[in-house]
Structures are given as C-alpha cells and as structure tokens.
C-alpha cells in the first residue's frame, strides 16, 4: 500500500495544473478513483507506467512558457536580433474551433514583451514571415485546414510561415505538409513552412515497432473487444513487440503492453457504456481510420486531447483522469 500511496500522490502532483480555475485540482483520492476502474491486479502497475509517461508527456503551463520565452531568443530563429526580427513577424489567428491558439498566443505575447518590448500586437505591419502557433500537430487536420484556407483566401502570393508547436506526431505533419503544399499548388502562390517544435512523435505505420504511441501487439482475448475489432472491418495493424519508442515515454516494452491491452479493453467498455461518443472516438482515442485509435499519450495543462485513450478523458458515468473540456 506505501508505494500505491505513493504513485497516487505523485501522478497527482505531476498534474496539479491540470484545467486549473476551471475544476478541483486533482488528489491522490482523484487518481485512486480512476485507476480503481481497472482490474485490482492490473492497477498498480497502470499506475506505476502512467507515473513514468506523464513525467515525460505531460505539459504544465511553466513548461509552456518556458518553451515559448526560449524560441523568442532562439538564435537559430531569430538570428542576433530578436525585436527587429519579430517586428517583421504576422501572428496568424486561424483557429475557428477551441482555444489553444489564442492561450497560447497570450503567452507568447507576454513572453515577447519581456525579452524584446513589444506585443503581438505591435507587430508585422510589414511582415517577412508569418506564425501559426498551436499545441500539437495529431491527424494534421488542424493546421491542413487552417493554413489551406488561409493561403487561398488571403495569403500573400510568396511567403514564410513558421509553425510553432510543442510537438507534432510525425504522420500528421506529413499529410499537414502535403495539403499546405497542394493548397498553394492550386492557387499559384509559393509558400515555405518551417516548422519548430520541442519533439516529434513517431507513429508512422513504416515504424511501427519504435512508435511513441499506443499500438498493442495483439488483440485481448476479450469477447467485447474482439467484437469491436471485427466491426471495424479490416485486420488490425498490430506493433512487433521489442521497443518502447525513441522518446522513452514508456518505461518498458512490457509497461507499454500493459497499457495498450489495459485501455484497449478498457475503451472498448468506455464505448459500451458512454453512449455520446461517435463512431472515430475508437478506444486508444480519436482518429477516422479503422484501427483501435490514435494512440496519443501527451496532455497539456489545458486539457486532454481527443487522440488520446478514452479511459483518460472519457465521462459520465466512466471517471476520468482528465476531465476533458470540449470544442
């Protein structure tokens, strides 16, 4: 029971600023309650694996300002003057669905004014680039979309646009790219994307066997779940056991399993139970292929994205981990 108080405690502490002001700050009693949904002799060792990724994967608000204080400076970006180069910098305000950009934009606006005197505001009159600013890249739909339409419809004919996120999963900013590219194909403009980001996650189906995210190994030997599965139609893609991913979010090949069979089966009842959820709300999280789902383990201060398993987000009546504020 010591080293379950434990991990209850500090899984609590690493979250502490979890949608903070908008609902209670999580306790030990919080977790306790989440993980208590789980099979008695798979809990400790949910808990143990979670303490281990979200040490790694999750975002607290310090975190984020000190990402973005540190780009305002980043010589690679900025070059030896930061304040003429942000000067000549549009921050793009895209986002018709959520918050992050603007939050985020705050942030930066804040951390511009103490480095170099100047708000976002007081900037790009006479624009050499322009910044959309976000979270993370997932599917890649977002920024795709956002960026797409904004090169049609109001886009200079040549530009540098920078997108600046915390991470982006490596599939999703392949397909982004490929609709940005397109989109400017099609209207005759010419523009160039640089991307900065503090990490990027693989879940390329080429490397499967070294992906960051949730992708089991097997399916369980569980009736519901091999129900869902053979509705999806199509043969799961399965991960060669053997590694945990080069960002080493998980602990172990075997700690990663756990978690893939454990919110595998556990989504799956989410599913039954929940009765909101849609049909791309798969159990390892949001995603419009016909696979178990996205996988994703990163969570930020502000809320727990979609992508991720439905046993972290998921509500009424399944507890969550992580309440989830919806678009």
């Not at 208590?36 to 949910?46: L, R, S, T, V």
Request: net charge neutral.
């Amino acid at each position: 029971m010591v080293e379950r108080d434990r991990l209850l405690q500090s899984i609590a502490t690493i979250v502490a600023d979890y949608r903070a002001g908008e609902i209670p700050a999580p306790t030990a009693a919080h977790v306790d309650h989440w993980v208590g949904q789980f099979p008695q002799e798979a809990q400790q060792p949910i808990l143990a694996e979670m303490e281990h990724i979200l040490s790694r994967s999750y975002f607290s608000k310090e975190f984020v300002r000190q990402f973005l204080a540190n780009l305002v400076i980043n010589k690679d970006l900025v070059g030896d003057d930061p304040r003429t180069f942000w000067q000549g910098v549009s921050f793009l305000r895209l986002q018709t669905v959520g918050n992050s950009q603007r939050d985020f934009l705050s942030i930066f606006s804040d951390a511009l004014f103490s480095t170099c005197g100047l708000r976002i505001e007081d900037c790009g009159a006479n624009p050499h680039s322009y910044l959309y600013l976000d979270d993370f890249v997932f599917s890649g739909g977002r920024v795709g979309s956002d960026l797409s339409d904004w090169i049609k419809q109001s886009a200079p004919h040549r530009a540098r646009v920078i997108v600046m996120v915390i991470a982006y999963h490596r599939l999703g900013q392949w397909f982004a790219g490929k609709d940005i590219k397109a989109a400017a194909t099609s209207v005759g403009k010419s523009i160039d994307v640089d991307w900065w980001r503090a990490f990027e996650i693989e879940d390329r189906k080429a490397y499967m066997k070294d992906s960051d995210v949730l992708r089991p190994t097997h399916i369980p030997i569980d009736e519901p779940t091999q129900a869902y599965v053979n509705s999806l139609g199509q043969d799961p893609i399965l991960r060669i056991p053997g590694q945990v991913g080069a960002l080493g979010l998980f602990s172990s090949d075997e700690g990663k399993i756990l978690l893939e069979q454990e919110f595998l089966t556990g989504g799956v009842k989410v599913r039954t139970i929940c009765p909101n959820l849609g049909i791309y709300q798969r159990p390892l999280g949001n995603i419009l292929l016909r696979i178990v789902g996205f996988g994703s383990m990163v969570v930020t201060y502000r809320n727990c994205p979609n992508n991720a398993p439905l046993v972290l987000w998921a509500g009424n009546p399944w507890y969550p981990l992580f309440p989830r504020k919806t678009n």
